[in-house]
C-alpha cells in the first residue's frame, strides 16, 4: 500500500516524502514541475531587487500567510477550532482576509469535500501529491487547489 510520511505540524517547511507500497521514495508533484520555466518568478525577484526588498523575505512571510490560510480553510471544512498561535497577529489577519474570500465564494456555492488534505502516491507514474480537497462543487466532482496568491498563471491552468 502507497503511503506518505506525516508532516509535522501547520507551519512545518518540512516537504512530505511519498513510498510506493515496495518502499521506494517517489517525488512530489511539486518536485517534478519544479523544473518547468516560470518567468514570472524571475521577473518578480528582480522587481523585489529594484525595491530594496530580500526576495526571499518577502517570499517566506507570503509563504507564511499562504500555509496559515491554507490550514484555515481545511479546519473550515473540518470543522475544527484552529490554533493560530505560532502566527503573527499580521500574517493572522493577511490570512484571515484570505479566509473571507473563499467563505465569500462557498456562499455562492454548493461544496461537498470527499477528500481533504489526502496523501496519494500513483503506483504507475511512481509519484505522489497531496489533494487539498476532492469533492463536488454544485453537484460537479472536481479537484481544489487552495491558493492565496491574485494572479492566476496560465502555464497551471488548464
Not at 53 to 79: F, M, Q
Not at 87 to 97: F, G, I, P, T, V
Amino acid at each position: 500500500m502507497a503511503k506518505a510520511k506525516e508532516k509535522l505540524s501547520e507551519k512545518t517547511k518540512v516537504h512530505t516524502q511519498y513510498y510506493l507500497s515496495d518502499g521506494a521514495k517517489v517525488p512530489s508533484v511539486t518536485t517534478i514541475i519544479g523544473v518547468l520555466n516560470k518567468p514570472a518568478l524571475l521577473h518578480w525577484a528582480w522587481q523585489m531587487g529594484i525595491d530594496g526588498k530580500d526576495y526571499r523575505t518577502v517570499r517566506d512571510e507570503a509563504a507564511d500567510v499562504g500555509t496559515l490560510a491554507h490550514y484555515l480553510i481545511l479546519c473550515h471544512l473540518k470543522g475544527i477550532e484552529p490554533n493560530v498561535s505560532a502566527y503573527s497577529l499580521e500574517n493572522q489577519k493577511k490570512a484571515a482576509n484570505s479566509m473571507a474570500k473563499f467563505l465569500d465564494w462557498e456562499s455562492k456555492h454548493k461544496l461537498e469535500p470527499i477528500l481533504l488534505e489526502e496523501y496519494l502516491v500513483s503506483e504507475v507514474c511512481r509519484f505522489g501529491g497531496t489533494v487539498d480537497c476532492y469533492g463536488k462543487i454544485d453537484d460537479e466532482r472536481i479537484l481544489l487547489d487552495f491558493k492565496t496568491s491574485t494572479a492566476i498563471y496560465t502555464d497551471i491552468c488548464w
